[in-house]
């Protein structure tokens, strides 16, 4: 990282994974992948991701990891996971993943 360049971080709104955004553009999200489709393209990328998040998790063997039962991510890709998110997929986005509504 260049003197002065600030790593943007951010969280999927599908996952909680957590990257760059540049990242996002390049690889999408391990977890979501196609079912979001933010691979090279950027606006999907700002649209299904959120800068604004608490705490991360890093995650490197999800199947042994009781921190990754505990936060139901157990069946996710290791990684960073934010533990919080603000913010909120679209209702087609949250389709496409089988998000239901909680009352």
Do not use: H
């Amino acid at each position: 990282m260049a003197r002065g360049e600030k790593k943007q971080w951010r969280a999927c709104l599908g996952c909680n994974f957590v990257q760059s955004a540049r990242d996002f553009v390049q690889y999408g999200c391990p977890n979501c992948g196609d079912r979001l489709d933010m691979q090279q393209d950027g606006r999907r990328v700002a649209q299904c991701t959120t800068a604004v998040f608490d705490g991360m998790i890093a995650m490197t063997k999800p199947d042994e990891s009781w921190v990754a039962k505990w936060q139901r991510i157990e069946k996710r890709s290791p990684g960073m996971y934010a533990v919080k998110v603000t913010g909120r997929l679209i209702e087609e986005d949250r389709e496409r993943l089988g998000i239901r509504e909680v009352a």
